[in-house]
């Protein structure tokens, strides 16, 4: 389960990183870069490096005002809202209430509460705004009516804020969730693929919206992709303006109304992590997957019945494709599937228990349970699977209760694969233990509806809804576990299109075992980062705990002041080794971990413009 714990640093966060705006920090291109890399940066380029900004400048419109008081509404509750979140996060910001006001501010990051009507005035000093370099976050409808009341549409969203509106969820009462993207660069202390309850509210209906980068989806609980449906409901950008100044935008596309009644703490990481984006604060985080994969991918096969001949088609096809798959094995067929599973396994492909039988163990009591689990492991020896150490289980028709759970963990499982509903993210998370666990167990939840059930009465739309939810997946930095029963009724044709699709993202996507997730989730918790103000400026703190030293594939992602340019470490006291950095995309840098062992380390931190901002 996601533990909130985490999301109370929040305030602190806030007031170190305003603290770094005056440590200078920020270094003109053309100082020594040792390990520097300037993702996306533009060599060559005339233009001036946008300004780092440190003000939130909130705009309570009074053509909104006055529409809303027309319709018996108070439009200073939108604003009120953020007010108390900017207080209670301690966050600087500045009321403007006038169009003079808002025309002659200077950059920073203009807050648009709610602002449904604006005049052409109005409009025009937002363009303006951003023109100058200033980023915005604006909420729900912004500019869709005049100081009349007359409807403008959604032109000025799309034109000005990068965000185009399709529609609503009036019609869909059920997508009443906000589902999270992970590891974004504006919006990253979420979980990838959580769900957020949002009231369905007459009138107040969140948007549909299309952008170039998403942050969070409009779904139904069980997370229905609906194939041509557009879903986005956080979307956010950055865009070069005429005057060569790089401008940020988000916008959330639900009213400030409906924060009452939804989880405060994870509308206010929203919040938060958004508006530490525009303002182009720093920020450190451990990513979901390994270095350099977006999102990880599970292939579970039950192995139900006795594996015959097909299944090894089954396997080859995985193989070319790049992958391999976990097989969840009845020890009953073991025996009479020996020669085949071995086959298998001997490709790279897991081998993992299913159960004794195909019989559920949820409210069995104990020691029936304990007995049935002696079984299956001992009939899975006898046919010559020996699965020690990080092995897997599956319980037939994801029946099993705690008591499952807590056997499980005493015999050393390295992971359990589970029901979707057990957790309200789409990433693993670990089984709950005492104190005389070594080692807690690892739960992968199914994440998406199984192929085949999609496929059953409309196999050519059931394909584009599989394969769109395995692309959302993907987008989210999220888990996706693809059960496929042994024997599988998927047409050659089907199966040939779905490895296809991954083949050829498998340089994003991670395609891999059971077991390699869950070893990643061990090795992935170990390690945590942080940023302080030290003497000289801006620190990376990191810790790493254990025994051993980490992969290659730990790292600790950084977000960028400015879009393009380049982090730099350099050793505190020349006593620590300096990492090696790498590039994420335009907006991050990747610190590579590879080899280093536990311990803390600590590394001054600096950002260098891009190449282009040395010639201005």
């Given amino acids: 389960m996601w533990c909130w714990h985490k999301m109370l640093k929040l305030p602190g966060l806030a007031v170190v990183c305003f ?83 808002l025309e002659t501010l200077q950059p920073g990051v203009l807050l648009l509460p709610s602002a449904v009507a604006l005049t052409e005035r109005e409009m025009q000093a937002v363009r303006e705004f951003r023109g100058k370099g200033g980023g915005v976050l604006s909420t729900w409808m912004t500019g869709v009516r005049s100081e009349t009341g007359e409807w403008r549409g959604y032109g000025f969203m799309e034109s000005a804020l990068d965000a185009k509106v399709v529609g609503n969820n009036e019609a869909a009462k059920d997508d009443t969730f906000l589902i999270m993207h992970g590891d974004t660069p504006a919006v990253h202390a979420l979980p990838a693929g959580l769900r957020v309850w949002m009231e369905y509210a007459k009138d107040w209906y969140p948007l549909r919206l299309v952008g170039r980068q998403a942050a969070a989806e409009l779904m139904d609980w069980s997370r229905t992709v609906a194939s041509g449906k557009a879903s986005s409901t956080i979307v956010f950008d950055e865009r070069s303006q005429p005057s060569g100044r790089s401008s940020r935008s988000v916008v959330l596309g639900y009213p400030e109304r409906l924060w009452r009644s939804g989880d405060p703490k994870a509308l206010e990481a929203i919040a938060h992590n958004s508006l530490m984006w525009l303002l182009r604060q720093p920020d450190v985080f451990v990513p979901n997957w390994p270095h350099p994969y977006g999102s990880a991918l599970v292939v579970a096969v039950a192995a139900v019945d006795i594996m015959v001949d097909v299944d090894l088609l089954f396997a080859k096809m995985m193989e070319d494709a790049g992958g391999r798959a976990t097989y969840y094995m009845l020890s009953e067929s073991a025996a009479k599937s020996a020669k085949i599973l071995e086959q298998v396994r001997a490709k790279g492909h897991e081998v993992a ?15 029936v349970q304990s007995k049935r689990l002696g079984t299956m492991v001992n009939e899975m020896k006898e046919a010559g699977f020996n699965l020690t150490g990080n092995a897997g289980f599956r319980a037939p028709m994801d ?21 979707m509903g057990t957790t309200e993210a789409r990433l693993p998370y670990f089984a709950q233990a005492d104190a005389s666990v070594a080692r807690p167990m690892v739960m992968l939840p199914r994440t998406q509806s199984a192929p085949e059930d999609l496929m059953d009465t409309e196999p050519e739309a059931g394909m584009k809804t599989f394969l769109a939810e395995l692309d959302l997946i993907d987008k989210m930095a999220a888990l996706s576990v693809v059960t496929i029963p042994g024997q599988s009724l998927l047409s050659k044709e089907q199966l040939t299109q779905t490895f296809d699709y991954l083949k050829a993202r498998r340089d994003r996507i991670w395609w891999a075992t059971a077991a390699q997730v869950a070893d990643w989730w061990r090795e992935r918790e170990r390690i945590s980062a942080r940023l302080e103000s030290g003497a000289s400026g801006l620190q990376l703190k990191i810790t790493i705990k254990g025994a051993a030293p980490v992969g290659r594939a730990a790292v600790v992602w950084v977000n960028l002041p400015e879009s393009g340019g380049a982090l730099r470490l350099v050793s505190v006291g020349g006593m620590a080794k300096v990492p090696k950095v790498a590039s994420v995309d335009r907006w991050r840098g990747a610190v590579v971990l590879d080899g280093f062992a536990p311990g803390e380390y600590q590394w001054n931190l600096y950002f260098d413009r891009p190449a282009a901002s040395a010639s201005r």
């Fill in 353 to 367: 228990y299913h159960g004794d039988r195909f019989d559920g163990f949820k409210d069995q009591a104990a020691a």
């Fill in 19 to 101: 603290l770094t705006l005056t440590a200078g920090w920020c270094q003109p291109a053309g100082r020594p870069a040792t390990n520097a890399v300037a993702p996306g940066a533009a060599a060559g380029s005339l233009a001036p490096a946008t300004p780092m900004v440190q003000r939130v400048l909130l705009y309570a419109s009074p053509t909104t005002r006055a529409r809303f008081a027309a319709t018996g509404l108070d439009a200073n509750e939108s604003v009120r809202t953020w007010e108390v979140f900017l207080r209670k996060y301690r966050v600087p910001f500045q009321l403007v209430s006038s169009v003079e006001q």
């Fill in 399 to 419: 029946l099993y209760d705690q008591t499952t759970e807590k056997l499980l963990q005493e015999r050393g499982m390295g992971h359990n694969l589970t029901y």
